[in-house]
């Protein structure tokens, strides 16, 4: 079982901090304890009582020094600077979670201190929660993997927002890369679609494709039960296990993703054992 954490998170757009904190219950049952801030002064004066001194800090880099305040980059510098060389909160954990991407603003992030540089939109819920506790345990264990058992509601959850997550950055991407995330999107659209279908019949199956529409956009599904696809759709015996693959479509854009998901034939408790991207 994993320990809960202490978590902050310093972020002026209520969407991510919504979204990360949604992430880490999603992940450990509401076991961590996370802390919202919208500007800087706000996370200094909760940091002033030793009492609540987290395990780890996500930091946007253009943040309010005050509610209402101007956002800015430097406010934020300065406030990883004070974390670091303040002898009560120099050991705790910081990683970055930006939009910006230049190699000079992560270096400057790095070398005052933080321990990782995440750049918003490229990375899914799961992966995010792995660097977050991998950070927090290298200095006892090293970077230490993270085996994620999801119950059921969680990944339902967890595919949602991942779409969220990827629709939020369409705006800011060229046309290309935003079908493509469109297309990704469908295919999570898909993946959950099936999910649910299993939940609420364990015998469902679907070797020949259906089509679900996700608005302009669609995703072709297939679901195997106790079998899997090697050559070809569900061609292989894969006792209590189901596997959901389905291809996302925007536009001449495709993305492909596949689900394990374990079935307790006992209990008809449903675990996930991956979710993978497939290349095409």
């Not at 309010?64 to 060389?85: H, I, N, R, V």
């Not at 979670?97 to 939109?121: E, M, N, T, Y």
């Not at 659209?189 to 199956?205: M, P, Q, V, Y």
Request: a negative charge.
């Amino acid at each position: 079982m994993t320990k809960p954490l202490k978590i902050i998170s310093i972020e002026d757009d209520e969407f991510m901090r919504i979204f990360l904190k949604d992430v880490f219950w999603i992940h450990n049952q509401n076991k961590d304890e996370f802390y919202l801030f919208g500007d800087l002064k706000k996370a200094r004066d909760f940091l002033a009582d030793p009492q609540n001194k987290p395990d780890l800090v996500f930091l946007d880099l253009r943040l309010p020094d005050y509610e209402g305040g101007q956002a800015g980059m430097e406010g934020s510098f300065k406030f990883l600077e004070e974390l670091k060389t303040n002898e009560q909160t120099k050991d705790v954990k910081v990683i970055i979670f930006s939009s910006f991407s230049d190699k000079a603003i992560r270096d400057r992030a790095l070398q005052l201190g933080a321990s990782k540089f995440l750049v918003k939109g490229e990375h899914l819920p799961q992966e995010i929660i792995k660097v977050a506790r991998e950070t927090v345990e290298e200095d006892s264990k090293g970077a230490a993997s993270l085996l994620t058992v999801l119950m059921i509601g969680g990944v339902i959850v967890e595919i949602g927002l991942a779409g969220l997550f990827l629709v939020y950055f369409l705006s800011q991407s060229g046309f290309g890369i935003r079908l493509s995330a469109e297309a990704l999107a469908a295919a999570a659209s898909g993946i959950e679609d099936a999910t649910l279908k299993i939940l609420r019949d364990k015998n469902f199956s679907s070797a020949t494709p259906y089509i679900l529409t996700v608005g302009s956009r669609q995703a072709e599904i297939t679901a195997c039960k106790e079998s899997k696809t090697v050559s070809s759709s569900c061609d292989t015996v894969a006792p209590a296990k189901y596997e959901i693959t389905s291809l996302g479509t925007a536009f001449v854009k495709k993305r492909q993703l596949r689900s394990i998901l374990n079935v307790d034939a006992l209990t008809g408790k449903v675990e996930v054992e991956s979710v993978t991207e497939i290349p095409l």
